[in-house]
C-alpha cells in the first residue's frame, strides 16, 4: 500500500534563494496512517525508503525533456546517499500544500525554476533524512551520531567496522524527530551533483514504453476532438450535429467552451464526426485584426512616448548633444510553440470525483481548474501528470485542461480529447509580436553616449492578469531594460499596445525576442563606431563581469578574429535570461539565393553550478535549435483573426539537414543557480543576424530572415 | 464521410491480429487505438514530423499517411517491436548518447534511424541527413542523433564480426 503523506510539520528554513525570501518548506512527517504502517520511513514528501530497501523519490517538476526526472533524482539521492540507479522515481501528484514551488508558491512549473527553486529545499530534507538513518544507527550502536558516516544506502561506524544498511533502519528512523537543520555534505562529498548522469527516462522512451498525455488509455474510454472557431477567441453561435451523429462510432456531440466536441470510438471517426459538423460562429473582435494592420498600429504608436521601464541620465539630451547618432527599427513576430506532442488532457468526472491525466507544466493549475469546473473539493480530485511531449511554456495553459474536464463531466465516461496539429498552431497562446524602436548616439571617442529604446507591442502579463496595465510589463521589458553596457543615458520605454491576439509564455519568453533587438543594435553601433563587436562588447561589459566572462570564454572557443573560409561571417551575442548568463558565436555562410546556412554555435554558458553537466549541454544544444527555428522560419500571422499557419509545412522546424555543430562550455562560477531551460535561446537569432551582417553587410532588422533580402541580385 | 467498417488482417510485429475499421483510416490510428501500440506517435497527420514512422516491409514509412486497407497482410514493425528489452544496436547507441529529450519523437527517429542503417552499414553526415530529414525533434536532439546513428553503425559492425 501507498502510504498517505500529509504536512506534519513546517521547516522554517533560512535558505537565501532571492531577495528577501524566506524559504519555509513543508517536511510532510509520519502522518495517522504512517504511524500504523511503520515498514515505511517517509520524513518528507520527497522521499520513502520501506523494509526492503527500496527508496522511492517524488519528482515534483513535470518531465519535459529538460531532464527533471533525472536532475531531482539527482540531487535528492546525493544528498540522502543512496545509489542513484536503485531509486524508483515517482511523478508527484497534483498538491500544491506539499509540492508548491517554495519560490513562486505554485505547483506550476515554467521560467526555468526546477532545479534552481528546489535545490536548497531537496539538500536539506534529503540531508535531514540521511540524519535520522544516521541517528537510528548511532542510537542501536551506543556511539555518538557524529561519529557515523554513510556510504551509499547505509549507515557505517567506521571506528568498529559496523555497518547497517537504510532497509534494516527504516522502523527506526521513522520514530525520530525531523532534524530542522540538518548539515550537508560538502561539495567534495557529492556523489552525482555535479557529475554525468545518464537521463532516468531515456529507456522507456526509446523502446516506446513512456506514457505521454495522448497515449492514457482508460477503461471505457472516449476519444473527443473539438471544432474550435477558425477566428481567435470566437464562440458558438449554433450547430447541427446531424451529419455526424449519423456517422457509425460518434458516440455524442456537446459543446464547451472551446467548440463543439465530437466525442466517438475512436480518434479518426471523431475528425470525421467535425468535418460533418455544421456551425455558426460568433467570430467576436479578433475577426477585425490582420498582421498588417497590427504592424502599422504599432508604427503610428512607435513615435509617441511610452512608459519608462529605466532611465539612467538624459538619453534625449545626450542623442541631441551633436554626436554621431545611430537609429534602427527591429519587428518581431509571433510565434507558436509547437510542441511535438500535439495538445490533449483525458479526464473522468463523476458525481463525486474527478481524475484527470495531462501533460501539463502546471499541476497545480489543473487541479484548480477541475475543481472549478466540476465543483468538487480537493480531495475529490486526482491529477496525474505524464509525460510531456515538449512544453516550452505552451503547457500551462490550462486551454487543452477545460476541454477535458467539460467533456468528460458531459458524456459521463472517460474521455481523452485530443488536438490536431492544425487545432495546435492555429488555436495557440502566442510570443508577442513586437516594433522597437533604437536611438544610440556616439561620443568622439566612439564610445556610447546615448541609448533610447522603444518597444510596442502587448503585454503578455498584463493580458493575463498578472500585473495591472499602469504598470510596465516585466515579460515585455525583460532582457531590454536589464541590457548590461555601460552607457551613462540609457532610457527603455514600453508602449501596451493589445490586439487581442492570445499570448503565451515561449520559451525565454521576453529575453527570446529582446535579446536579439538589442544585441543585434549593439552590433550596429560596434560598427558604427568602427570597432571590432566583440571588442566593443567587453570594453562596455565592466560593471557585469559574469556576461563578460561568458563572451570571453565563447569568444575564445570560436577562435574570434581568426581568418574564416570566404563567404563566411562569425557574429556575437551575450544574453542574460532566467539567472543563467550565455553567450554565442554564430558563423554563417549565405548562398547567392539567399539561404542562411549556420556552420556552427560556439557558446558559453554560467548558470552558477551544472548539476547535471551533460544535460546543460542538452539544453544548450536545444535551445540553439528551438532560437534557430525562430531566427529562420518562425512566423504567425493572423488574417482577420484568423492564425494563417496550420502545420509544418507552412510554419516550419529546423530539421536535421540545416543543424549546425553545436559546442557549448560551461563556467561554473559557483554563484547561485541560474536556470537552464530558457538561457540557450535568446542569444540565437543575434548571433546568427550579427554573422550574416559580417558575411554580407547586410543588417537583418525582422524576423524571420527573408532570404529574399540576402539573394544576390 | 467515413467508410463501412471493414475486417482487415495485419501483422505486426510478428503477429497476425484482425481489426474491424473503414479501410481508410490512418494506420496510425490502428496501431495506437486498435492494438493499443502507443510507442508510434501522432504529430502532424500529414507525413510532415515523421512521429509516426513505422517499418512497412522493411522500409521507413509514415504510417498517419498509410492507409490501413494498404498495410494488410505486409509485416510491419513498430517501435514496441523492435527489441523487447531495449537492446538493438540503435537503441543501445541512443542510450549511449543519451538522445532524448522530451522523447516524444524519438520512436519516429529510432524506426527512421534503423531503416536507415538496415541499407547503408555506415552512413556519412549527409547520408544521415538524407534519411533523417523527415523527422523533426522539437527539442533539438539532432546533433546527438548524428552522433548515436554513427554509434549505431559501429555497434551493428561490431556485433557481426
Same mark, same amino acid.
Given at each position: 500500500?501507498?502510504?498517505?503523506?500529509?504536512?506534519?510539520?513546517?521547516?522554517?528554513?533560512?535558505?537565501?534563494?532571492?531577495?528577501?525570501?524566506?524559504?519555509?518548506?513543508?517536511?510532510?512527517?509520519?502522518?495517522?496512517?504512517?504511524?500504523?504502517?511503520?515498514?515505511?520511513?517517509?520524513?518528507?514528501?520527497?522521499?520513502?525508503?520501506?523494509?526492503?530497501?527500496?527508496?522511492?523519490?517524488?519528482?515534483?517538476?513535470?518531465?519535459?525533456?529538460?531532464?527533471?526526472?533525472?536532475?531531482?533524482?539527482?540531487?535528492?539521492?546525493?544528498?540522502?546517499?543512496?545509489?542513484?540507479?536503485?531509486?524508483?522515481?515517482?511523478?508527484?501528484?497534483?498538491?500544491?500544500?506539499?509540492?508548491?514551488?517554495?519560490?513562486?508558491?505554485?505547483?506550476?512549473?515554467?521560467?526555468?525554476?526546477?532545479?534552481?527553486?528546489?535545490?536548497?529545499?531537496?539538500?536539506?530534507?534529503?540531508?535531514?533524512?540521511?540524519?535520522?538513518?544516521?541517528?537510528?544507527?548511532?542510537?542501536?550502536?551506543?556511539?555518538?551520531?557524529?561519529?557515523?558516516?554513510?556510504?551509499?544506502?547505509?549507515?557505517?561506524?567506521?571506528?568498529?567496522?559496523?555497518?547497517?544498511?537504510?532497509?534494516?533502519?527504516?522502523?527506526?528512523?521513522?520514530?525520530?524527530?525531523?532534524?530542522?537543520?540538518?548539515?550537508?555534505?560538502?561539495?567534495?562529498?557529492?556523489?552525482?551533483?555535479?557529475?554525468?548522469?545518464?537521463?532516468?527516462?531515456?529507456?522507456?522512451?526509446?523502446?516506446?514504453?513512456?506514457?505521454?498525455?495522448?497515449?492514457?488509455?482508460?477503461?471505457?474510454?472516449?476519444?473527443?476532438?473539438?471544432?474550435?472557431?477558425?477566428?481567435?477567441?470566437?464562440?458558438?453561435?449554433?450547430?447541427?450535429?446531424?451529419?455526424?451523429?449519423?456517422?457509425?462510432?460518434?458516440?455524442?456531440?456537446?459543446?464547451?467552451?472551446?467548440?463543439?466536441?465530437?466525442?466517438?470510438?475512436?480518434?479518426?471517426?471523431?475528425?470525421?464526426?467535425?468535418?460533418?459538423?455544421?456551425?455558426?460562429?460568433?467570430?467576436?473582435?479578433?475577426?477585425?485584426?490582420?498582421?498588417?494592420?497590427?504592424?502599422?498600429?504599432?508604427?503610428?504608436?512607435?513615435?509617441?512616448?511610452?512608459?519608462?521601464?529605466?532611465?539612467?541620465?538624459?538619453?534625449?539630451?545626450?542623442?541631441?548633444?551633436?554626436?554621431?547618432?545611430?537609429?534602427?527599427?527591429?519587428?518581431?513576430?509571433?510565434?507558436?510553440?509547437?510542441?511535438?506532442?500535439?495538445?490533449?488532457?483525458?479526464?473522468?468526472?463523476?458525481?463525486?470525483?474527478?481524475?484527470?491525466?495531462?501533460?501539463?507544466?502546471?499541476?497545480?493549475?489543473?487541479?484548480?481548474?477541475?475543481?472549478?469546473?466540476?465543483?468538487?473539493?480537493?480531495?475529490?480530485?486526482?491529477?496525474?501528470?505524464?509525460?510531456?511531449?515538449?512544453?516550452?511554456?505552451?503547457?500551462?495553459?490550462?486551454?487543452?485542461?477545460?476541454?477535458?474536464?467539460?467533456?468528460?463531466?458531459?458524456?459521463?465516461?472517460?474521455?481523452?480529447?485530443?488536438?490536431?496539429?492544425?487545432?495546435?498552431?492555429?488555436?495557440?497562446?502566442?510570443?508577442?509580436?513586437?516594433?522597437?524602436?533604437?536611438?544610440?548616439?556616439?561620443?568622439?571617442?566612439?564610445?556610447?553616449?546615448?541609448?533610447?529604446?522603444?518597444?510596442?507591442?502587448?503585454?503578455?502579463?498584463?493580458?493575463?492578469?498578472?500585473?495591472?496595465?499602469?504598470?510596465?510589463?516585466?515579460?515585455?521589458?525583460?532582457?531590454?531594460?536589464?541590457?548590461?553596457?555601460?552607457?551613462?543615458?540609457?532610457?527603455?520605454?514600453?508602449?501596451?499596445?493589445?490586439?487581442?491576439?492570445?499570448?503565451?509564455?515561449?520559451?525565454?519568453?521576453?529575453?527570446?525576442?529582446?535579446?536579439?533587438?538589442?544585441?543585434?543594435?549593439?552590433?550596429?553601433?560596434?560598427?558604427?563606431?568602427?570597432?571590432?563587436?566583440?571588442?566593443?562588447?567587453?570594453?562596455?561589459?565592466?560593471?557585469?563581469?559574469?556576461?563578460?566572462?561568458?563572451?570571453?570564454?565563447?569568444?575564445?572557443?570560436?577562435?574570434?578574429?581568426?581568418?574564416?573560409?570566404?563567404?563566411?561571417?562569425?557574429?556575437?551575442?551575450?544574453?542574460?535570461?532566467?539567472?543563467?548568463?550565455?553567450?554565442?558565436?554564430?558563423?554563417?555562410?549565405?548562398?547567392?539565393?539567399?539561404?542562411?546556412?549556420?556552420?556552427?554555435?560556439?557558446?558559453?554558458?554560467?548558470?552558477?553550478?551544472?548539476?547535471?553537466?551533460?544535460?546543460?549541454?542538452?539544453?544548450?544544444?536545444?535551445?540553439?535549435?528551438?532560437?534557430?527555428?525562430?531566427?529562420?522560419?518562425?512566423?504567425?500571422?493572423?488574417?482577420?483573426?484568423?492564425?494563417?499557419?496550420?502545420?509544418?509545412?507552412?510554419?516550419?522546424?529546423?530539421?536535421?539537414?540545416?543543424?549546425?555543430?553545436?559546442?557549448?562550455?560551461?563556467?561554473?562560477?559557483?554563484?547561485?543557480?541560474?536556470?537552464?531551460?530558457?538561457?540557450?535561446?535568446?542569444?540565437?537569432?543575434?548571433?546568427?543576424?550579427?554573422?550574416?551582417?559580417?558575411?554580407?553587410?547586410?543588417?537583418?532588422?525582422?524576423?524571420?530572415?527573408?532570404?529574399?533580402?540576402?539573394?544576390?541580385? | 464521410?467515413?467508410?463501412?467498417?471493414?475486417?482487415?488482417?495485419?501483422?505486426?510485429?510478428? $503477429?497476425?491480429?484482425? @481489426?474491424? +475499421?473503414?479501410?481508410?483510416?490512418?494506420?496510425?490510428?490502428?496501431?495506437? /487505438?486498435? %492494438?493499443?501500440? #502507443?510507442?508510434?506517435?501522432?504529430?502532424?497527420?500529414?507525413?510532415?514530423?515523421?512521429?509516426?514512422?513505422?517499418?512497412?516491409?522493411?522500409?521507413?514509412? $509514415?504510417?498517419?499517411? @498509410?492507409? +490501413?486497407?494498404?498495410?494488410?497482410?505486409?509485416?510491419?514493425?513498430?517501435? /514496441?517491436? %523492435?527489441?523487447? #528489452?531495449?537492446?538493438?544496436?540503435?537503441?543501445?547507441?541512443?542510450?549511449?548518447?543519451?538522445?532524448?529529450?522530451?522523447?516524444?519523437?524519438?520512436?519516429?527517429?529510432?524506426?527512421?534511424?534503423?531503416?536507415?542503417?538496415?541499407?547503408?552499414?555506415?552512413?556519412?553526415?549527409? /547520408?544521415?541527413?538524407?534519411?533523417?530529414?523527415?523527422?523533426?525533434?522539437?527539442?533539438?536532439?539532432?546533433?546527438?542523433?548524428?552522433?548515436?546513428?554513427?554509434?549505431?553503425?559501429?555497434?551493428?559492425?561490431?556485433?557481426?564480426?
Amino acid at each position: 500500500m501507498t502510504p498517505r503523506i500529509s504536512r506534519r510539520t513546517l521547516l522554517k528554513g533560512t535558505l537565501a534563494a532571492g531577495a528577501g525570501l524566506v524559504v519555509g518548506f513543508p517536511l510532510a512527517g509520519r502522518s495517522r496512517a504512517l504511524a500504523q504502517t511503520p515498514a515505511v520511513f517517509a520524513p518528507n514528501q520527497w522521499i520513502r525508503i520501506d523494509r526492503d530497501g527500496v527508496v522511492t523519490i517524488v519528482n515534483s517538476v513535470p518531465e519535459m525533456g529538460q531532464g527533471s526526472m533525472t536532475t531531482t533524482t539527482m540531487i535528492l539521492a546525493d544528498e540522502l546517499d543512496v545509489p542513484i540507479d536503485q531509486v524508483r522515481i515517482e511523478q508527484a501528484p497534483a498538491n500544491p500544500d506539499l509540492y508548491k514551488n517554495p519560490v513562486t508558491g505554485s505547483q506550476s512549473y515554467g521560467g526555468s525554476r526546477g532545479v534552481r527553486d528546489h535545490y536548497p529545499t531537496w539538500r536539506k530534507a534529503a540531508a535531514a533524512a540521511r540524519t535520522m538513518l544516521q541517528q537510528a544507527a548511532a542510537n542501536r550502536w551506543g556511539v555518538p551520531v557524529e561519529s557515523t558516516e554513510t556510504e551509499p544506502g547505509a549507515v557505517v561506524h567506521k571506528p568498529s567496522g559496523r555497518r547497517l544498511a537504510y532497509a534494516q533502519l527504516v522502523d527506526e528512523a521513522q520514530t525520530l524527530p525531523v532534524p530542522q537543520n540538518p548539515k550537508l555534505k560538502t561539495p567534495d562529498q557529492f556523489r552525482y551533483i555535479g557529475k554525468m548522469v545518464k537521463r532516468r527516462d531515456t529507456p522507456d522512451k526509446i523502446t516506446g514504453r513512456g506514457i505521454y498525455g495522448m497515449d492514457v488509455v482508460v477503461p471505457g474510454m472516449l476519444v473527443a476532438s473539438i471544432e474550435r472557431c477558425p477566428v481567435l477567441r470566437g464562440k458558438v453561435k449554433s450547430f447541427d450535429a446531424t451529419a455526424t451523429k449519423r456517422i457509425p462510432g460518434v458516440r455524442d456531440v456537446v459543446q464547451v467552451t472551446n467548440g463543439v466536441a465530437v466525442v466517438a470510438d475512436s480518434f479518426w471517426t471523431a475528425l470525421q464526426g467535425r468535418r460533418a459538423l455544421k456551425v455558426q460562429w460568433d467570430e467576436g473582435a479578433l475577426a477585425q485584426v490582420s498582421s498588417p494592420a497590427i504592424a502599422k498600429e504599432y508604427e503610428r504608436l512607435s513615435k509617441q512616448p511610452g512608459q519608462a521601464a529605466r532611465n539612467d541620465g538624459d538619453a534625449e539630451k545626450a542623442l541631441g548633444a551633436g554626436g554621431k547618432v545611430i537609429e534602427a527599427v527591429y519587428q518581431v513576430p509571433f510565434l507558436e510553440h509547437a510542441c511535438m506532442e500535439p495538445m490533449n488532457a483525458t479526464a473522468h468526472v463523476t458525481k463525486d470525483a474527478c481524475t484527470v491525466w495531462a501533460p501539463t507544466q502546471n499541476p497545480g493549475g489543473t487541479l484548480a481548474t477541475a475543481m472549478r469546473l466540476t465543483g468538487l473539493p480537493k480531495e475529490k480530485v486526482t491529477v496525474h501528470t505524464t509525460l510531456l511531449g515538449g512544453g516550452f511554456g505552451r503547457r500551462g495553459e490550462q486551454d487543452f485542461i477545460v476541454d477535458a474536464v467539460e467533456v468528460a463531466k458531459a458524456v459521463g465516461a472517460p474521455v481523452k480529447v485530443m488536438w490536431t496539429r492544425e487545432d495546435d498552431i492555429t488555436h495557440g497562446f502566442y510570443r508577442p509580436s513586437t516594433y522597437n524602436v533604437f536611438r544610440a548616439a556616439l561620443g568622439p571617442d566612439g564610445k556610447p553616449t546615448a541609448w533610447h529604446n522603444r518597444i510596442v507591442g502587448p503585454g503578455l502579463l498584463i493580458q493575463k492578469g498578472r500585473s495591472p496595465d499602469y504598470q510596465i510589463d516585466g515579460a515585455a521589458v525583460e532582457g531590454a531594460r536589464n541590457m548590461p553596457y555601460d552607457i551613462p543615458n540609457l532610457r527603455v520605454e514600453f508602449v501596451n499596445k493589445d490586439f487581442g491576439v492570445p499570448l503565451g509564455f515561449w520559451r525565454s519568453v521576453g529575453a527570446s525576442q529582446n535579446g536579439f533587438i538589442v544585441e543585434s543594435f549593439i552590433d550596429e553601433v560596434a560598427h558604427a563606431a568602427g570597432k571590432d563587436p566583440f571588442e566593443f562588447r567587453r570594453d562596455l561589459l565592466g560593471k557585469s563581469p559574469r556576461h563578460k566572462a561568458v563572451l570571453e570564454l565563447a569568444a575564445t572557443k570560436a577562435n574570434w578574429g581568426a581568418p574564416l573560409p570566404p563567404g563566411r561571417g562569425r557574429g556575437i551575442a551575450v544574453v542574460f535570461s532566467y539567472n543563467s548568463y550565455m553567450a554565442t558565436v554564430a558563423e554563417v555562410s549565405v548562398a547567392p539565393d539567399g539561404l542562411v546556412r549556420v556552420h556552427r554555435f560556439v557558446s558559453a554558458i554560467d548558470a552558477g553550478l551544472a548539476v547535471n553537466p551533460d544535460q546543460v549541454k542538452a539544453q544548450v544544444e536545444g535551445g540553439s535549435v528551438y532560437g534557430l527555428t525562430a531566427t529562420l522560419y518562425g512566423q504567425i500571422t493572423v488574417d482577420r483573426g484568423r492564425v494563417q499557419q496550420s502545420n509544418f509545412n507552412d510554419y516550419p522546424m529546423l530539421r536535421i539537414n540545416e543543424m549546425p555543430v553545436v559546442e557549448v562550455h560551461i563556467l561554473d562560477s559557483g554563484e547561485a543557480l541560474g536556470g537552464l531551460g530558457e538561457p540557450g535561446v535568446p542569444t540565437v537569432a543575434p548571433a546568427v543576424c550579427n554573422a550574416v551582417f559580417a558575411a554580407t553587410g547586410k543588417r537583418i532588422r525582422t524576423l524571420p530572415i527573408d532570404r529574399n533580402e540576402l539573394r544576390k541580385a | 464521410m467515413a467508410q463501412e467498417a471493414d475486417v482487415i488482417s495485419l501483422s505486426v510485429n510478428g $503477429r497476425t491480429q484482425q @481489426v474491424d +475499421v473503414p479501410p481508410d483510416t490512418p494506420l496510425l490510428w490502428v496501431i495506437r /487505438e486498435q %492494438l493499443g501500440l #502507443t510507442g508510434t506517435k501522432y504529430g502532424c497527420g500529414a507525413a510532415l514530423c515523421g512521429a509516426c514512422t513505422v517499418h512497412l516491409d522493411g522500409a521507413a514509412v $509514415r504510417s498517419c499517411a @498509410v492507409p +490501413v486497407s494498404a498495410a494488410a497482410n505486409r509485416p510491419i514493425t513498430t517501435i /514496441e517491436g %523492435l527489441s523487447a #528489452t531495449g537492446e538493438h544496436p540503435v537503441q543501445k547507441a541512443w542510450t549511449e548518447v543519451d538522445v532524448p529529450q522530451c522523447g516524444f519523437c524519438q520512436p519516429g527517429q529510432i524506426m527512421s534511424a534503423v531503416a536507415l542503417l538496415a541499407n547503408t552499414g555506415s552512413p556519412t553526415d549527409a /547520408e544521415i541527413d538524407a534519411a533523417m530529414a523527415g523527422n523533426i525533434c522539437r527539442c533539438g536532439t539532432y546533433q546527438r542523433i548524428r552522433a548515436a546513428i554513427h554509434l549505431a553503425a559501429a555497434l551493428q559492425k561490431g556485433g557481426r564480426r
